[in-house]
Structure formats: structure tokens, C-alpha cells
């Protein structure tokens, strides 16, 4: 498991590590906002492409780097998105093929692979290079809502680290489901027989249940930051925080298991069964 960051601490963290020169060629951030990571991440791009003395508002009229970073010009800059469903061969490849010189106007050459959970193994494989053969002055950062969809030939190559933003309590939308479905759950020896009469009716589609296994992860990291129990879980008060971090990791596999199509009274029963274990 990578460290859990907070706010703006994907920068911080990034400085310190080039700071004491521990670098990684590659990073995985797992994130709930990619917006928010993206933006954090930024001003790390900033902070090694800038030949001025690093300033979060770097003035452009007298930094060409920094006006070509915000342009999307910087030759030594580029960012993917998925085309459409998937990240394809021919963008790589552009990466590849640009990154072949060395970077000239800053010290190093960087890439993003924004949703990089589209990467199929066709164009993950034109990214081994990189990831294999790393050299000095390239840095790949890899950003994800769910680190288990990474094919696992990137995830396994990349130093993962797990970026978090605060939601405001207007932002759940399924708080009051979680809590309800959490509470039920807890310490229930019938918890299998309430899966199959009550949860399986709380919401309507393989979706809504991504969502709210979304949000209960998220209810989580909020918990164990702010130690604020908002939405009233009872395990939130009887674990440890120990405790929570494998419900964490739980979650995340129930994701996996929910958006690869698996049978969702089936994934309920896994989570309910596992959660037994964790609080026996
Ligand atoms: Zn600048």
C-alpha cells in the first residue's frame, strides 16, 4: 500500500523526495479527484521546469517556461488523456518519440497519464521502455481513481502513492445509504440474510453501487484525517485505526471485483464475510 496524502501534500512530498534526491521514475497516484491531483501535481511541473525561484504564481511575462507549461507548449511537458474509452498505442508513442532528445529548456522530461486505468495492454506495453529502462531525466506520473484497474505490468513499476481531497458533506450523495447499510451490517450474524432481503434493494444499479463503495471509502479517509464520525458509523467508533485501514483495503478490492462485472449479492456477501474477520 502507498502513503496516504492529504490536500495538498502530493506536492510537498514530491519536493521532499527530489529535494533528498529519492526521486522515483514513476509515480501512481490514486486519487478521489483527478482535477484536484492534477492541478496539485502542476505545481510540482512547475516547480522543476521554472528557472526562477519556485512561486506558485510564477509572473509570465518574464517566464517562458512557465507560459508554455500553462499553454500545454512546453516541449518538455506532455499530458495524456484517454481517447474516447481507452489510452491509445499512438498516443505512447508520441510520448516515446518526442522524449527521445533530451529535455532543453529544464532538467527534465515529464508525462502524465491521466486516467491511466484506460491503458490497454497493447499501449501499456509501448510504455515499458520507460518503465524498465528508466533514465535520468524522464519522470512519468500515472493518476487514478482506482489503482486495482491499472494493468498491472504499470502498477507493479511505479512507486504508488494515494492522494485524497476533503468532499464537502453536500458532495455524498450516498452518506446516509453507507451508514445505514454499515450499521446493519456490523456485528451481524445475519448479515449475509440482510445482503439478500434489504441491501440488494437500497439501490438500483451495478453504478449506483461503484458510487457508494466509492463514497464509503472516501467517509473512511475523511474519518481517519478529522477523526469526525459525521455520518454516525458505528465501526468508526469500535476499530482501531489499524482496523479501518484494512476496510480500506477491502473496499478497494470490492471495487474491482463490482466494476469487472462480478455478481453483486456475491461481492456483498465477500464484503460482509471479510469484514467479519477484521472485527472477530
Ligand atoms: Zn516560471
Request: proline share 2%; net charge negative; aromatic share 12%.
Amino acid at each position: 500500500m502507498g502513503d496516504i496524502l492529504f490536500e495538498n501534500d502530493v506536492f510537498n512530498i514530491l519536493l521532499q523526495r527530489y529535494r533528498e534526491n529519492k526521486l522515483a521514475h514513476a509515480f501512481l497516484l490514486e486519487t478521489n479527484s483527478l482535477d484536484s491531483c492534477y492541478k496539485d501535481l502542476i505545481k510540482f511541473v512547475k516547480y522543476l521546469s521554472c528557472p526562477y525561484e519556485y512561486n506558485d504564481n510564477c509572473d509570465n511575462d518574464n517566464c517562458h517556461n512557465c507560459e508554455l507549461l500553462d499553454s500545454g507548449n512546453l516541449p518538455s511537458f506532455i499530458k495524456v488523456d484517454p481517447d474516447g474509452t481507452l489510452i491509445k498505442k499512438g498516443q505512447i508513442q508520441e510520448i516515446i518519440n518526442r522524449f527521445q532528445s533530451i529535455p532543453i529548456f529544464s532538467n527534465y522530461n515529464i508525462y502524465v497519464v491521466n486516467e491511466c486505468d484506460k491503458l490497454n495492454s497493447s499501449s501499456a506495453n509501448s510504455l515499458l521502455k520507460f518503465l524498465e529502462e528508466p533514465e535520468d531525466n524522464i519522470l512519468g506520473f500515472y493518476i487514478t481513481t482506482n489503482k486495482m484497474n491499472v494493468i498491472s505490468t504499470v502498477r507493479s513499476r511505479c512507486q504508488e502513492l494515494n492522494v485524497y481531497y476533503d468532499l464537502a458533506k453536500t458532495d455524498y450523495k450516498y452518506s446516509s445509504v453507507v451508514a445505514e447499510y454499515l450499521n446493519s451490517v456490523y456485528k451481524n450474524e445475519d448479515a449475509i440474510l440482510y445482503n439478500k432481503v434489504e441491501a440488494l434493494n437500497l439501490l438500483s444499479d451495478r453504478s449506483e453501487w461503484i458510487d457508494f463503495f466509492k463514497e464509503m471509502l472516501y467517509i473512511l479517509y475523511s474519518y481517519l484525517k478529522n477523526k469526525s464520525n459525521e455520518f454516525n458509523i458505528r465501526l468508526l467508533n469500535e476499530m482501531s485505526d489499524k482496523e479501518i485501514v484494512k476496510i480500506e483495503d477491502l473496499i478497494k478490492s470490492v471495487l474491482k471485483y463490482l466494476q469487472s462485472n462480478g455478481n453483486i449479492e456475491l461481492i456483498l456477501d465477500k464484503f460482509v464475510l471479510e469484514m467479519r474477520d477484521l472485527h472477530a
